[in-house]
Each structure stands twice: as C-alpha cells, then as structure tokens.
C-alpha cells in the first residue's frame, strides 16, 4: 500500500573481499581467538539473570585489572572516549577547576570535553617526548588548587608514559581528585590503582586487552564516589554513574535498567578478562616488556632513532619511530600495508609528520610479530629511497 510513498531506493549492498591486515598501529590490536568466537555467543535480555551473571564475572576482572578493592567498577557502553567523558562529567562540576598536564592529544580531548561542561580548563603543557615530573606537577596543583587533576598513563599519540605513583599522594594534599587515561596501558605496564590513590580511572578493549573497540571499563575510589553521591550537577544521562551503578549491581542489591547493554562486546569483554586472570599481570607486564625490548633492539641494530630520547619514558605499547631525512612518514605506511598487509599508523597531533606509531600490544606481543613488522619496514624503507639500511 505504501510502497509507491518510497522516495529513497533500496542501495545494493555487496560484499567486498578484504584480507585483515596485521594490525600493529597504536590500536585497535588483534583480538584473541577466544574472543572472535565470544562475540558470537547468544544474545542477552537486559533482564535476564545471565546477564547480570556475566557483569559480575566482568566487575570481578576489572577490579583485578585495576588492582582495586572499590565496588564502583562498571564498564561504559562507547569507547574510550565514553570513559574520558564519563569521569569529567560525573566528578567535576560546572565553574570548578580542571588542571590537565598536557603532552598529547587525548590530554586535548579532555581539555575540549571539559570546555562543553562548563568546566574552567587549565593546561600545563610540556614537550610531547617526555613525561611530567612530580615536582612540577605539585607546582601547579598548589598554584591551582584544582578539583580534579587529568593526566594520561601512556599516550598513544607520543609514545610515552607518565609515572603514576606517588601523585595521588600529591593530588590529594590540595584536595584534588586524580583522574587517569591507561588505554593503551592497562594490562601490559603495571598500574595499581588503589596503591597509587587514583580516584578515576578508564580504559578500553581494544589496545593490550586485545578485544573489539566500543566498551570501556571505568572505576572509581571512594573518595571519587563521596563526590558522586554528594554532587550538585546532573551529568548526561547516557553517562550518569549513580544511575550505572544500578544496571551494573555494584552494591549487590539493584538489577534495573538503564540502556540495553551489547551482548556481544559484553562477551567479548569477559572473555578479555578471562585471558588476562588465565596469565595472571604480572606475567602480562613482563612479555611486554620483553617484546617490546627485542623489538627496541631490533630498530637500534637498523641505526632508527626514538621519538622519545628518555627510555623510561618510552610506553611499552606503541613505539614512536624516527626515519632518516628524504622519507614520506605515510608512503612507509601505505608501502607496508601495500606489499605486506601489515598496518601501522604514522604520527598524529603534535607527532604527525615527525614518526611512525608502531603498536606491539596484547595478542600480538610476540617475537614472531616483531620480526614480520621489521621485516616489512626494512622493506620499505629499501624500496623507497636510496638508504644504507
């Protein structure tokens, strides 16, 4: 009856042949095989018992991931970016202070998410290839007194990590709240979150936990839930913990509905955690640091430089790659992609046009990843100018 109504024609929708690359960019990363096959496990009611069983299964793990005794541990239906805005949102009100110890460009986002909320922002920059210093974070929380201080674990975009512990300490002397970004750190640099005196924090799944983008842990001490429980501000409704913590029975006595939650991402997400509780961290943190120290030797025994010239403050994740002088940062990367199906990223926000990203993370922290990636960019690098490489 309607069908004479249609303005718009049905589109032909046809498959196209496409073979994954080897992804070794700054994230996503390779999930595990086990959680390809999660992703196709049934679907769940957001009222049915078995649904409420996994978040516990999941809750358990990321109490673990995050080394924290808290009960206010969920996961945020979104990306990392859900996570960055839902601890924001939720933990600063509108005209308080946000200091953010800027180096990359998720310290930016923060500062952009921030500026919508009404939120006065204050920056201190440094350099994009070194880390803070605890003395000179402390110079601004005293100058600042702010209510919450952002602060990236490891950024993706420089290749770098900040040294946590101990600031929460300094945080917490001028009354601020220490909020976290460990996305492409957790699991594979150790992080401990209640020792360290983090009030927020986030990541996500598809860096060292080696699952598909699109759900984002967070959690929570109890000072950051004081604030929560005793906020003045409504932060958006999609983002409000208060009311998550319900869908997610944090306190063990409420099973209600907020949104419908991702079946398949939530399988995913346990299943991530089932592999990382099955090596146990610390063995995750050491063939990390182990891969990621062979692949160092590697680029030095090609005469390539680091981004970052302090190795204590190069992220074990994602390497940032100086090339020699007459090199196209991104003709490398199609080149590789090109020739030998292997995907790594060239550089983004302050490091774009200076580096290569290369992410060894997760599933794909290995020797024998090490040597395809190698293999492929000496490659290139041979092909694409005259080079003694």
């Known amino acids: 009856m309607y069908s004479t109504n249609l303005t718009v024609p049905a589109p032909k929708i046809v ?21 390809a096959e999660a ?50 949102s939720n933990l600063v009100a509108p005209k308080e202070t946000m200091l953010i110890a800027t180096r990359g460009i998720w310290d930016e986002r923060a500062y952009e998410m921030a500026k919508r909320y009404g939120i006065n922002a204050v920056t201190y920059r440094i350099p994009y290839n070194r880390s803070f210093s605890l003395k000179e974070l402390e110079t601004q929380l005293s100058k600042h007194r702010p209510a919450a201080l ?6 993706s975009s420089t290749g770098t990590v900040q040294k946590i512990e101990g600031l929460g300490e300094l945080c917490h002397k001028y009354g601020t709240l220490l909020l976290v970004d460990t996305v492409v750190s957790l699991v594979a640099v150790p992080f401990f979150m209640d020792a360290w005196g983090v009030d927020g924090v986030y990541t996500s ?15 929570f001490s109890v000072r950051a839930e004081e604030k929560i429980n005793n906020r003045k501000h409504d932060p958006p409704f999609y983002f409000d913990i208060k009311l998550l913590a319900k869908q997610w029975n944090c306190y063990g006595n409420t099973r209600c509905y907020h949104h419908t939650l991702s079946p398949p991402l939530i399988w995913a997400l346990r299943c991530c955690l089932q592999e990382v509780c099955k090596e146990t961290l610390p063995k995750a943190w050491a063939k990390h640091a182990a891969t990621t120290a062979y692949f160092h030797k590697r680029l030095q025994q090609m005469a390539l430089e680091f981004l970052i010239p ?42 774009a046009g200076k580096s290569l990203r290369v992410g060894i993370m997760g599933v794909n922290s290995t020797i024998e990843v090490v040597d395809d990636v190698m293999n492929a960019l000496t490659d290139a690098l041979r092909a694409l100018t005259k080079s003694s490489l």
């Open 310 to 351: 302090n190795p204590e403050d190069r992220l074990t994740t994602v390497t940032t790659v100086v090339l020699p002088k007459g090199y196209d940062y991104l003709e490398v990367v199609k080149y590789m992609i090109k020739k030998h199906n292997v995907l790594i990223f060239p550089g983004l926000g302050p490091t």
């Open 205 to 219: 799944t598809q860096k060292a936990l080696s699952g598909p983008a699109g759900i984002s842990p967070v959690a």
């Open 15 to 35: 498959d196209r042949q496409f073979k994954k690359p080897l992804l070794c960019g700054p994230g996503p990363c390779d999930v595990w095989p086990s959680v």
């Open 39 to 88: 992703l196709t496990k049934p679907v769940l009611s957001p009222l049915c018992d078995e649904l409420f069983n996994v978040l516990d299964d999941i809750r358990a793990g990321m109490k673990y991931l995050f080394q924290t005794q808290s009960n206010l541990v969920l996961a945020m239906s979104g990306s990392g970016h859900t996570g960055m805005e839902a601890l924001i």
């Open 150 to 155: 952002f602060i990236t674990h490891g950024d």
